[in-house]
């Protein structure tokens, strides 16, 4: 079926003369494609998600997982993706329903999950944007505990270093002291000190948990009243306070950071709950954060992929970077090496926990960012001819490297927070937001010249959020434009109106109960949905479309001789191992749901039913448009036998239509004779064939528009 001969290689092109499909449009050259796709794949996940994923699971042990669930399941999801994109050349919303017409409501939850996470990860980009404007001044806003929203629990680290210096002065001149850092300040005052002895309970006295091995929301998780006797120890007996000699700086556990309120009390001025008393209404200086947010991305994106694919060469180089510079600097910190040995030493038991292998499989999914359609719109637009197995290795090793050496530069400043604390890791270890916007904020202020290392810290955060804010905009301007073609000329317009339409929509979360609703967006917008579009496309690739043809499309665009040498052993992952995992991990999803939790703010009934119903409008569409594709198919066919007739439907409304191809065979003829194929029409339909071998008889058999190298060889539908 194949050839042994090798095409003569041509000198690489990295800028390109004129599109290949002039409605449509084409990367101007390779790189601002592989530089768009790594970008979107590359996030902020994988800076603040990734390394405590990896410490919370058993460090170096889980790498083991991480890695194989990279080969079974990230590396076949993206090159799917990559290729139904570029072999079509259409965005998801459209391509689902040439694709398999069955399954083309797979295209509209792509639409609606994609608005949904664009609405809260610009969000978080003008968090960024926040950030970045109040890191340029001499003194960081987030460093001291002496603004009016600060609380007695708020600890500054340059206050507690203050107050330890006149500690050790002290003790070094042979005077004795007992100063306390504590309700935000340094104490030596007798009388202050006799008042706080006098009320013990009000400054030490706190809850734990019954168990400490206890999960969340079991019986024995019982919270029982305790008072700390030193810094890290809760007695929970009756006449503890007793016990307390001399007192103490505030512990550990009661310490709420200053860059920690700073981001609740005064960025977001965070609510008590989502309840609509609480909700309150838009801040303006987040509402301003927001607005250029967005008009970022309108700039970024209002030629299209002519724009925003020169954007990326500095957008997706730039945390690169910054990346190094912060790994350099993080790796020379007193108590790094704390923070890398937590961060690597592997704990092999974790290996026997299911929910380990759920979340390195989890993790890789999101990070390579498949499912969501953004990377099916960014190879739409490539050249066909375009190397996409080169692309796919180069994104997924160089995302999965990213991730881990960005753990290197992120538990190199753990440990030593832990080490200038006097703590272990893992009381300071932290993931999400809170690393991204807390535990790192508080490092720079330890750090001389703090406000450059904030600037370069919020830039890296920004860029990276820029990139897949892009690839997210763009999947839905895409949509909008190849559902109706006729706008295309008001691309600007468009692009316009979808960020107007997004800041409105986005306003919601510039309100004090906003992070509220990202974090229920977060939680249910994306997970499911993608899990369920994931899963969806390797069945449709696999047993519908057929794994043959799509090996024989890779080839058609690649004539990579090599995928027809590792065509069996790659079947094992596209027809039993890659779908096999992602259903697994979604029915346990499923299996394990809690009701979303915020700290130790429980969300209520209502609000969690608007996450189901938030991710139900990503899953339910499929079935219900495939209920209406197959009636109107039903209804319109005139066979008189209903299991033929039913059959005959299930046949029609399955099988790719003939515009899937249209890309293919413009390139065909295009190519000429430097093609290794050719089409001819069958029917009411463009069979495909190697050169020469085209039977000169009437074909028998349906033959599912795929490659056909002898009279004998079909490919089955």
């Excluded at 509220?516 to 917008?525: C, N, P, S, T």
Aim: hydrophobic fraction near 45%; include cysteine; charged fraction near 15%.
């Amino acid at each position: 079926m194949m050839t042994s001969e090798k095409k003569p290689s041509k000198p690489e092109e990295l800028e390109f003369e004129g599109d290949e499909n002039p409605e449509r449009g084409n990367w101007t050259g390779k790189l601002d494609f592989l530089l768009s796709c790594l970008g979107y794949a590359v996030g902020l996940g994988n800076v603040w998600r990734f390394p405590y994923l990896c410490f919370k699971n058993g460090g170096g042990s889980f790498l083991i997982p991480y890695f194989l669930m990279l080969g079974i399941i990230g590396i076949p999801t993206f090159l799917l993706e990559l290729k139904i994109g570029q072999y079509s050349a259409m965005g998801p919303v459209t391509l689902y329903s040439h694709l398999s017409p069955l399954f083309k409501g797979l295209g509209f939850v792509n639409f609606i999950s994609q608005c949904f996470v664009g609405l809260y990860y610009n969000m978080i980009i003008a968090w960024t944007i926040y950030y970045f404007f109040a890191s340029l001044t001499t003194d960081l806003p987030w460093q001291h505990c002496t603004n009016g929203y600060n609380d007695q629990v708020c600890f500054s680290f340059s206050g507690y270093k203050d107050c330890e210096q006149m500690r050790l002065n002290l003790t070094a001149n042979g005077v004795e002291n007992n100063i306390i850092y504590l309700n935000r300040t340094c104490i030596e005052d007798p009388a202050i000190l006799a008042l706080i002895s006098g009320d013990l309970e009000s400054w030490y006295g706190s809850q734990k948990k019954m168990n400490e091995s206890c999960e969340d929301g079991e019986v024995k998780c019982e919270m029982v009243k305790c008072i700390y006797t030193n810094t890290t120890y809760c007695d929970q007996e009756p006449g503890a306070a007793n016990t307390i000699t001399k007192l103490f700086d505030i512990p550990v556990k009661l310490r709420k950071s200053s860059s920690g309120q700073y981001l609740t009390k005064s960025v977001l001025q965070e609510s008590a709950s989502i309840e609509p008393a609480d909700f309150g209404t838009p801040l303006w200086k987040l509402s301003l954060s927001l607005m250029a947010a967005w008009i970022i991305i309108f700039l970024c994106l209002m030629k299209g992929i002519k724009s925003s694919g020169k954007v990326v060469y500095v957008t997706a180089t730039f945390p690169y970077m910054v990346l190094i510079i912060l790994l350099i600097r993080a790796v020379t910190l007193e108590g790094a090496s704390l923070g890398i040995k937590f961060y690597l030493i592997p704990e092999w038991s974790k290996l026997a926990d299911i929910k380990v292998w759920e979340a390195a499989a989890v993790q890789i999914f999101f990070s390579l960012s498949v499912a969501g359609g953004g990377l099916i719109t960014l190879s739409s637009y490539n050249r066909f001819h375009n190397n996409i197995l080169r692309d796919t290795a180069i994104v997924c090793i160089g995302n999965c490297m990213t991730s881990f050496i960005a753990g290197f530069a992120i538990f190199s400043v753990l440990g030593f927070m832990a080490t200038e604390l006097g703590v272990d890791v893992k009381d300071v270890a932290t993931g999400g937001t809170g690393l991204a916007f807390e535990a790192y904020p508080d490092l720079v202020t330890r750090l001389p010249a703090a406000p450059v290392w904030a600037v370069l810290f919020f830039l890296m955060l920004f860029t990276l959020g820029l990139d897949s804010q892009f690839a997210i905009v763009e999947t839905i301007l895409t949509g909008i434009l190849d559902f109706m073609p006729k706008l295309r000329p008001k691309k600007t317009l468009i692009v316009a109106a979808v960020c107007f339409t997004g800041f409105i929509l986005g306003l919601p979360l510039c309100c004090p109960g906003g992070s509220y609703l990202l974090d229920l967006l977060d939680y249910y917008a994306a997970s499911w949905p993608y899990l369920f579009i994931g899963l969806m496309e390797l069945i449709i690739i696999s047993y519908i479309y057929g794994y043959s043809t799509y090996i024989d499309d890779l080839y058609e665009m690649t004539g990579n001789n090599l995928l027809y040498k590792l065509k069996k052993p790659m079947s094992v992952f596209y027809c039993f191992l890659s779908p096999l995992v992602i259903f697994i991990i979604f029915i346990f999803s499923w299996y394990n749901y809690a009701p979303l939790k915020k700290g130790d703010y429980t969300y209520p009934g209502w609000a969690n039913g608007i996450g189901w119903i938030i991710a139900m409008l990503g899953i339910l569409p499929v079935p219900f448009t495939a209920i209406y594709v197959f009636a109107k198919a039903y209804m319109a066919n005139p066979i008189p036998d209903t299991k033929e007739r039913v059959m005959d439907v299930l046949r029609e409304t399955t099988r790719h239509t003939a515009e899937w191809r249209q890309n293919a065979i413009r390139l065909n003829n295009k190519d000429g004779e430097k093609s290794d194929f050719e089409y001819r029409q069958e029917g009411d339909r463009m069979i495909r064939y190697r050169k020469g071998e085209a039977p000169e008889g009437k074909l028998s058999g349906f033959v599912n528009g795929g490659m056909v190298s002898s009279k004998d060889d079909f490919t089955p539908m």
